[in-house]
T-cell receptor, first 113, second 111 residues
């Protein structure tokens, strides 16, 4: 199916464990983004990528790692999960960015216990 | 630096009443502005966007927004609220390969 998909939709993990959230888009969009959504903070940018093998930090990158070896995939890894990383994570992609809309996945609700 | 400010984290209107959600931006250059909507347990989807041209922009579901450069505003309106409009609304601006979102406004519709 065409679109942008995130997996898993829900995840519970323990403090200190490594967790990877997956994001896959079928449009070959150049730009991809990871946001976290928390009450009172709106959407905060974690990492973004303008093309394959090009990534950059956003507003809240600490504790997260990304890679983009293929245009269609943009996984987000929490190297050692902490309770403060409990959040809803959204992946998005955009073809051109300035003029065109971003398309969002359904989100991953991550709970760190 | 470019940022987006949404006034009011919660807005309540009666069904059939005017909806007005406020967004102000700070920018030294003409911005590209967007409004997104998020329904419960879903991702964001585009309502409308302003890039160039006409300053009154029409979007989906009867929403529209007007770009006012003199006021650095991009307020979202809808003449008559419907129960299905209950959602969270985000104003956004693009710059430097990033999309910057406001903190969001949750719209409540009163019967």
């Amino acid at each position: 199916d065409a679109g942008i998909t995130q997996s898993p939709r829900y995840k519970i993990t323990e403090t200190g464990r490594q967790v990877t959230l997956m994001c896959h888009q079928t449009w070959s969009h150049s730009y991809m983004f990871w946001y976290r959504q928390d009450l009172g903070h709106g959407l905060r940018l974690i990492y973004y990528s303008a093309a394959a093998d090009i990534t950059d930090k956003g507003e809240v990158p600490d504790g997260y790692v990304v890679s983009r070896s293929k245009t269609e995939n943009f996984p987000l890894t929490l190297e050692s999960a902490t309770r403060s990383q409990t959040s809803v994570y959204f992946c998005a992609s955009s073809e051109q960015l300035l003029y065109t809309e971003a398309f969002f996945g359904q989100g991953t609700r991550l709970t760190v216990v | 630096a470019q940022s987006v400010t949404q006034l009011g984290s919660h807005v309540s209107v009666s069904e059939g009443a005017l909806v007005l959600l406020r967004c102000n931006y700070s920018s030294s250059v003409p911005p590209y502005l967007f409004w997104y909507v998020q329904y419960p347990n879903q991702g964001l989807q585009l309502l409308l966007k302003y890039t160039t041209g006409a300053t009154l922009v029409k979007g989906i579901n009867g929403f529209e927004a007007e770009f006012k450069k003199s006021e650095t505003s991009f307020h979202l309106t809808k003449p008559s609220a419907h129960m299905s409009d209950a959602a969270e609304y985000f104003c956004a601006v693009t710059r430097d390969d990033k999309i910057i979102f406001g903190k969001g406004t949750r719209l409540h519709i009163l019967p």
